[in-house]
């Protein structure tokens, strides 16, 4: 009696969850077809997106004055020497600004110093096959600080040649020509895909710490209404 | 093994901490120190300077800037004297309270007031955040003159300055070419010079001397580190790269197989409900 009883409000619990089964399924698979969506309909989609690491505060720096101040000669000795210098307006001090790139064998392109557009965002040539040195940054023969470099993904004109970064791996060569003739060759360390929202502007933009190279584009997918890509997609290399 | 776990976590922690704490560290100072830098704006005067009693400075000219300095926070007394003097006893400028707060970044002036007599004002350097691909101009009138106006590219940008005030201007980088004028004009009394605004550095320019004695001259200093990074990287415009790299699953193969998918599993469950439905009855 009792067995039947189970027996028989056991079957439409199955049924039920069949019912319920059915459309997780259905989710399921659904799901699987979006991820498979996000990686064929966007550029960089087999680069696993990042998460931004945390950011070193930026500190405020004095220049330091250049020269010692002169021998004590009056009777009293001062207790800490102090630099002074001429107070006269100094000159702005050139560099020797980055004018090519090349990337392993899948990019070589001409770079122009570029600055900051009026919204707040980095200022990049119009053209996908030059690519953008953020001038207020580190150069590639600055002794500290990454130096920045970016490009349209794709323009009017068609696909960039970054695009071509979706495909790099670490251990890649990187050459960088500067404006001085020099050649300063880095080594892809990583590849990451950054939401715009996440993406560590802080640290891709450093200008302390060791020599470093960042290669910037866009990656991910394209959101028509909005009219730019979802992430970022960027290149550290190292000397 | 509890213990070992909370080792584990301990260590992560202390890790993560060292790291921040590595990261915290600042470039130039100790945390909490507060940044003094002297100017000399007297003509004619080589001095010396006095912090505390203690000679700081020793025969320092005109013209010249001293420091910065890395103090811990409180009150100094600034004393400046002739420069053969023996002690701070019999002061020419001060002495004067200079009260430096954690973390901040001053300028000490020994100048003349509008009059011609000698001073010494302490000015409190604007260390906020520069925007992207700006710099900062602080234009400071510590010389012997009446009010000024300060032209760039001679355009007056700030208007009737008076000793010993001071104006700050956020510019797009760049150089300025600065000129001063008696307030009202337009015909430089001073300059014009080539002022280099560098991005993300405050550029702080004194106008000291004097007029009547024809000794007017320009001193300039920078506090630097109030970069920000751009706001972003927008990198591409037709969303071509994306498109250009389909393979099989075009959108409208995804849609239609979605689609076609949603439809079966809809007739399943629907058949399975009336079934169910049967089997209760």
Redesign the interface.
Known sequence: MSSTAAGRARRPVRRGAVLIAGPALALALAGTVAVAFEQEESVGGQVPLSEPAAVPSASVAQSPAPTPSSEPAAPAEPVTRVPVRDAAPPQAVDVAAPVRVQVADTVDVDVRPVGVDPDGTMELPGSGDVAGWYRFGAAPADEAGTTVLASHVDTSEGVGAFAALADVEPGDRVRVTDADGAVHDYTVRTVERFHKSGTPLETIFDRTGEPRLALVTCGGRWDADAGHYEDNLVVTAVP | MRTHRLATALGATALAAA??TA???????ADGDA?L?V?HGVPDTTV?VYVDG???????EP???????ELAPGTYSVAITA?????DSEPVIGPVDLPLEA?M?YTAAAHLDAEGSPTATLFTND?S?I???EGRLTVRHVAAAPAVDVLAGGDPVIEGLENPDEQVLDLP?G?VSAAVAAAGTTEPVLGP????V???VNTI??AWGSLDDDSLA??????????S???????????????????????AV?IA??TA??AL?TV??VR??V??GR??R
């Open positions: 790291t921040g990261f915290a560290l600042p470039a130039a100072a940044m830098s100017l010396d203690e000679l700081t400075l020793d025969d320092f013209g010249d800037l001293a420091g910065p300095l420069a053969d003097a023996e002690d973390d970044s260390t955040q925007a992207a691909g980088a150089t010079a080539d002022v280099d560098a991005e993300g320019v004194y320009l001193a300039t200093q920078t506090v630097e580190g109030m970069h990074a751009p706001g972003g990287v927008d990198a591409g415009t037709t969303g071509e790269a994306a498109a250009a790299s389909h393979g099989f699953f075009s959108p995804i197989a979605m998918l949603v599993v399943v469950g399975t409900a079934r169910v089997e209760n």
